[in-house]
């Protein structure tokens, strides 16, 4: 176990590792990027353009250049946007991941409760009409593109009926939950809707397929010879295996979208949240600042991993001799 | 995105010191209401619409808060209201705005039989929002640090004081004791150039050249905000969220015209919506302004329904298609002009958003600009103003030139407006015979991307926007062979039009600007004809500009060089 | 999107045979077993009929465009003109009243011979893009999940089968595709490309090329198939037939292909609808990204793009192509649902798209 363990967490830092170093080449590889005359502004003469390469330490070779990002990020911590100078990129998405927390774990929340309820009962109306109609709509709240949902309920909360019923909806943005949680809360309401409509379905269906096969299962046919009805045995006996690989599930995606999945949601919804910012600096060609994010969401996604990885060697022994 | 105003590279402009060069007279047959507030701020400063919080949108921050390093229409607008030079624009509405009137100097500087000497008598009292006194140390030490930190107009506007060339070399071992003289005992700064300037004091009322403590960090100040002396200062910047503007206590109003006293206690400026929640935002009072130009879909709701809290204002300010005359297809003169034939200038207006706010244009000077004169050589049916494309003939154009089905790739910002023109000209392009992609990029590498040869941009979409009042800005920055650097980012001449003849002419009218005016002006009608008759761009369409305000907002006002004058607002 | 990745690589997908005998009828092999099970199926027969019908109407776009509405939906039509109620109107109105400012493209008429759909900001038919662009997304969305699919049975496959240091290197391989921003790469790439193309050997992608987004998709979503598909090899791999073919010699390649593989495609094929979907959304996010599918050709994804800008006056624009992609998506998930359950009624495939 332990030996997984360890073989887990070193492979885990070989993927960032490598992220990493992807991350930077394909920086420098982009052309219409060189930091040194957005820095200098428009019009600039050679020799500024020289002295904001020196500053910059843009000259030195590629591998030196990567070698000193590495350490301001890790080690020294004062790495620098190249587009906001002076704002450390630490700091930027540290600030930045409460309001990414707040977004997804909402969210989870109402996903997770949407799609058991609609999950459960989906396998246990399985043959009349509820059935299909949840799955159905699970289905259709996963074909939606996110961004065009959230356009969407702008249109309608923020523009088209914000004057009759949807007054009370708070113009768009974020309130730290230590100001105030009510306003916090009304201001992330629609954003928690759009993101776990398309979650929802997806439970729930993963969870409707997991019933209908426990279902068929032994130890439920037993409960059934011994005469326990069938709502009992789906709610306490089968529900509580087929939760197992939802929450697995769960684990991923919820490492994802800390990571900044969730970017066109924040994006749409004027959230000041990781993905947000790590659009904006790639739309900026940001190198620190996209580091920073890229690091930040691929330790969270490997973290995930290993963790979901580490729970089913806990329940299933097979996989660690894998 | 605004593109940010430029500024000339020419040496010598034909603008005298005081001249209104005003004579920049908002133009033409536009139809649409213009509040540019042409009376001057008013006399007396409104006590009973002080107070209250302005809260102004934009889609994203603009880089650093250093007076110095900034170089974005976004913060100049801001820095109006915070730092001050020796000289400074009016801050008015209207003609007047094009005025240079003394700020921290107390009059307009004694300047040297020959040119090359201003000496300016600091004002006394004025403090730094720390406490602090503006003294002549801080003077010179600003301009020192124009150097120490790079500025981007370092090497092009203050080039011409006395040591600045040794500075731009080796910043370290900058030494400006001659260039800029400060005698802290009789109050005076003395600054000494290396040649005459008429537009040097111009170049002094630009935000990089105000005047900062001696003691501020040699390297650019990224989010740490420089004390000021305006009437407001920073409270706090975080790029990701909001810049936070408040009243500088040690602020008193020494001159109405150069630093007025501001109506709102705090100025807010908040970052990260879409543009378009921006709109709606404005719409249900919840933000003040937005700087971002409003998507096309909603200036028809706006125009109509919150017409009263539309402001719409002429600029001298050009969009043009620019094209690369060193490389295939449009090193062949013909296939530029079929270009200009072709285009439908109607088109790109409409898409701008109508023809309230732009104009077609066939000429490099803009209407109303000094030596403009109304000439279009690429009309349907001839004529002095457009009228209509002529796509039959750059048809054959095309042919003639023998690069028809060739691949042509036309590099555009990635915003709404700039994306959709790209995509007519796309259209166009396929229609008279080439193989046309279109590449959008992001709106914050486009400018640079375009500019360095070694991209190999064929075509371009871009704008070009006057900044001070200068008549050699147009042709002169844009189309000489001085402003073409190969393989830099910064090669303003995109086009890489390069004409020994025509710059000869331009010399010729720099000279002349000198001394007579009138003489100048007509010398550059001239060479704005001879460079349309090479086409090297093809200019589209003059824009107006519109500013949202909402509906609590009052005192609009409109300066043509800094645009709609931030500090006074009144919300209450 | 769902990351469902089977994290310990043991998927247990008995590939059981509970199927009602009276489908199976005698002697049917397990494929028209499965067919016919699916015949069965009344939402997934419903939606084959939807998906049908949808690739019918998109195939048959050049047909709508010259016979029908007679318009071209890949030229700007600015300066355009058209008839509205008997009215000339030009497509691009400018506004009447007030400041006069904007222009607003007409809306939907109801004609299908003139504007339909009305126009988007480029005077284009809305219409006749949709159908055009439907071809596009399909074809992206379908071509990307089977190069998906493919590349991440051969990946999964050998990565189960051999074990190992193979295994490890492809599982971590596989792990820094997954972990790697969909969004930076395709950015990144798609700046990277934009002048020049893409040189693979004697193989030139231009800037435009479809197979660009094909690519940059195929490959992003390859751990997602890749994973359980290794999980059900290295289950099968302990099994008996399995060591039975490997202890009478047979070369490992054999044993993949004869052994491995058919019990494998299943799972696979389970896969392909619903990868369709997934990438058929994918790829509309990166048109919001501007990358892939370039002016002036249509895709779904970019004619949402498009319409985001008139959502406020015109928002017809932006709701066909969404809803085409809700249904075309919802179509393809529910017939992906009938799939799996045809193949493998208690399969315990985990999870789905």
């Known amino acids: ?322 | 995105m605004r593109p940010r105003l430029l500024l000339s590279t020419a040496v010598v402009a034909a603008v005298a010191l005081t001249a209104a060069c005003g004579s920049s007279s908002s133009s033409s047959s536009s139809s649409s209401e213009s509040s540019s507030g042409s009376a001057a701020v008013s006399t007396e400063y409104q006590e009973e619409h002080a107070g209250g919080t302005l809260r102004l949108t934009a889609h994203a921050a603009a880089g650093s808060i250093d007076p110095k390093v900034n170089y974005t229409l976004q913060y100049w607008q801001l820095f109006q209201a915070m730092y001050d030079g020796l000289l400074a624009f009016k801050k008015v509405g209207g003609e007047e705005s094009f005025e240079v009137v003394p700020d921290l100097a107390e009059a307009m500087p004694e300047v040297s039989a020959d040119g090359t000497s201003y000496t300016f008598t600091l004002r006394d009292g004025i403090k730094f929002s720390t406490g602090a006194d503006v003294t002549t140390a801080d003077v010179a030490a600003s301009f020192k640090r124009i150097f120490l930190v790079s500025t981007p107009t370092a090497g092009t506007f203050y080039n011409g004081i006395v040591g600045a060339e040794g500075c731009l070399a080796d910043p370290a071992t900058c030494d400006l004791s001659a260039g800029v003289v400060a005698d802290e005992a009789a109050g005076t700064v003395t600054i000494n150039l290396v040649a005459p300037d008429p537009e040097f004091p111009y170049k002094l009322a630009v935000p990089h050249a105000v005047i900062v403590p001696a003691d501020s960090p040699p390297t650019d100040a990224g989010d740490q905000a420089l004390p000021t002396t305006g009437p407001y200062m920073v409270e706090s910047y975080d790029p990701n969220t909001k810049l936070r503007l408040v009243r500088n206590p040690h602020f008193t109003e020494w001159s109405r015209e150069a630093q007025p006293q501001g109506y709102p206690d705090v100025i807010e400026e908040t970052f990260g919506l879409t543009v378009e929640a921006e709109v709606t935002a404005v719409q249900n009072g919840d933000a003040d302004w937005l700087f971002d130009p409003p998507p096309a879909d909603r200036l028809a709701e706006i125009g109509t329904e919150y017409a009263d809290q539309v402001h719409v204002n002429d600029l001298t300010a050009m969009w043009y298609l620019a094209m690369n005359t060193n490389i295939a297809p449009f090193d062949d003169v013909k296939a530029r002009q079929a270009i200009n034939w072709a285009v439908d200038r109607a088109a790109a207006v409409q898409l701008y958003g109508g023809d309230n706010l732009a104009a077609p244009v066939c000429t490099f000077l803009p209407p109303g600009f000094p030596g403009h004169e109304d000439d279009c050589q690429y009309t349907a049916g001839g004529g002095d103003t457009w009228t209509g494309p002529d796509v039959e003939k750059a048809k054959q154009l095309v042919q003639e030139s023998g690069t028809a089905g060739q691949e042509v790739g036309i590099v555009t910002s990635d915003d709404e407006v700039n994306q959709a023109i790209g995509e007519y000209v796309q259209s166009m392009l396929t229609e008279i015979g080439y193989k046309a992609t279109l590449k959008p990029i992001s709106s914050n590498i486009q400018f640079t991307y375009i500019q360095n040869t070694d991209n190999d941009v064929q075509l371009s979409l871009t704008s070009w926007y006057q900044d001070y009042p200068a008549a050699s800005n147009f042709l002169n920055v844009l189309a000489s062979c001085a402003s073409f650097h190969p393989g830099s980012d910064s090669s303003i001449n995109i086009a890489g039009f390069c004409d020994p003849e025509i710059d000869a002419q331009m010399q010729q009218a720099l000279v002349t600007g000198q001394t007579d005016t009138g003489a100048a002006d007509a010398l550059w009608t001239q060479i704005d004809q001879a460079v349309m008759a090479e086409a090297p761009i093809a200019p589209l369409f003059t824009p107006k500009i519109v500013d949202f305000t909402s509906e609590r907002v009052g005192n609009y006002q409109f300066s043509k060089q800094f645009y709609m004058l931030v500090s006074q607002l009144w919300v209450q | 999107m769902s990351s469902v990745l089977d994290a310990a690589g043991s998927a247990s997908a008995p590939v059981a045979d509970a199927v009602d005998p009276a489908v199976r009828g005698a002697g049917a092999g397990p494929w028209r077993t499965a067919l016919r099970q699916l015949a069965r199926n009344r939402s997934a027969m419903a939606s084959l009929a939807v998906l049908v019908l949808v690739v019918a109407a998109c195939v048959l776009a050049p047909l709508y465009a010259s016979a029908v509405a007679h318009t071209d939906p890949f030229t700007s039509n600015v300066s355009g003109t058209t008839v509205v109620d008997g009215q000339p109107t030009p497509l691009l109105a400018p506004t009447e009243g007030g400041l006069g400012l904007g222009v607003t493209p007409i809306g939907p008429t109801w004609d299908p011979t003139r504007y339909f759909l009305g126009v988007d900001n480029q005077g284009r038919d809305v219409m006749a893009r949709l159908l055009y662009g439907g071809r596009t997304s399909l074809l992206i969305g379908a071509s990307s999940a089977l190069l998906c699919c493919l590349v991440a049975t051969a990946v999964g496959v050998v990565a189960g089968y051999f074990g190992g240091i193979v295994d490890a290197v492809l599982a971590r391989l596989l792990d820094v595709v997954w972990a790697f921003p969909v969004y930076l790469l395709a950015i990144c790439l798609s700046v990277v490309l934009l002048t020049s193309g893409l040189d693979v050997g004697p193989v030139h992608i231009g800037a435009g090329s479809l197979w660009l987004p094909v690519l940059i998709i195929a490959v992003v979503y390859v751990p997602y198939v890749a994973r359980p598909v290794r999980g059900q090899v290295m289950a099968l791999r302990e099994k008996e037939f399995l060591q039975a073919s490997i202890g009478i010699g047979a070369s490992d390649l054999r044993v993949m292909r004869r052994e491995v593989l058919p019990n494998v495609v299943p799972t696979v094929v389970v896969f392909l609808p619903l990868m369709t979907a997934l990438n058929m959304l994918t790829e509309s996010a990166l048109s919001f990204l501007s990358i892939g599918v370039q002016a002036p050709d249509a895709s779904w994804g970019t004619i949402i793009n498009d319409g985001l800008g008139l959502l406020y006056t015109r928002p017809a624009v932006t709701l066909a192509p969404g809803i085409a992609i809700v249904v075309t998506a919802a179509a393809l998930n529910l017939l992906g649902d009938g799939v799996r359950d045809a193949l493998d009624p208690r399969a315990r495939l985990r999870g789905t798209a």
């Not at chain 1, 930045?96 to 309820?117: D, E, K, N, R, Y």
């Not at chain 1, 709610?235 to 690989?245: D, E, N, Q």
């Open chain 1, 1 to 322: 176990m332990i030996g997984f363990a360890a073989r887990r967490a070193a492979s885990a830092v070989f993927v960032l590792f490598a992220i990493s170093v992807l991350v930077f080449l394909i920086f420098f590889a982009t052309p219409g990027v060189d930091p040194a005359a957005r820095i200098a502004g428009r019009n600039a003469s050679p020799e500024t353009l020289a002295q904001v390469r020196a500053q910059f330490g843009l000259d030195e070779p590629l591998p030196v250049r990567y070698a000193l990002m590495m350490k301001s990020l890790f080690w020294t911590q004062d790495l620098t946007s190249y587009v906001n100078r002076g704002t450390e990129v630490i700091p930027q998405v540290l600030q930045a991941v409460p309001v990414t927390l707040s977004l997804v774990l909402g969210a989870a929340v109402l996903w997770m409760v949407l799609g058991i309820v609609m999950g459960t009962l989906a396998a246990a109306w399985r043959g009349t009409a509820v059935d299909p109609v949840i799955v159905l709509l699970g289905v259709v709240g996963v074909s939606m593109p996110v961004y065009w949902l959230g356009e969407v309920v702008n249109l309608i909360t923020q523009s088209r009926l914000h004057d009759s019923v949807f007054s009370w909806v708070p113009p768009l943005g974020y309130v730290p939950i230590t100001e105030s949680v009510g306003q916090w809360a009304l201001h992330l309401l629609f954003p928690w809707l759009t993101l776990s409509v398309l979650y929802a379905g997806i439970y729930a269906r993963v969870l409707r397929a997991e019933l209908l096969g426990a279902m068929g299962e032994d130890y439920v046919r037993t409960a059934r010879a011994k005469g326990v009805s069938e709502r009992r045995i789906l709610v306490k006996h089968a529900l509580r295996c087929s939760l197992i690989p939802v929450v697995s599930l769960f684990g991923l995606d919820l490492g994802a979208l800390v990571g900044g999945a969730a970017l066109l949601t924040e994006v749409v919804f004027g959230l000041p949240g990781v993905g947000r910012l790590t659009f904006n600096a790639l739309q900026n060609v940001d190198l620190p600042v996209i580091m920073g994010c890229v690091m930040y969401a691929a330790f969270f996604v490997v973290l995930a991993n290993a963790l979901v990885d580490l729970v089913y060697a806990v329940l299933d022994p097979r996989v660690r001799h894998a």
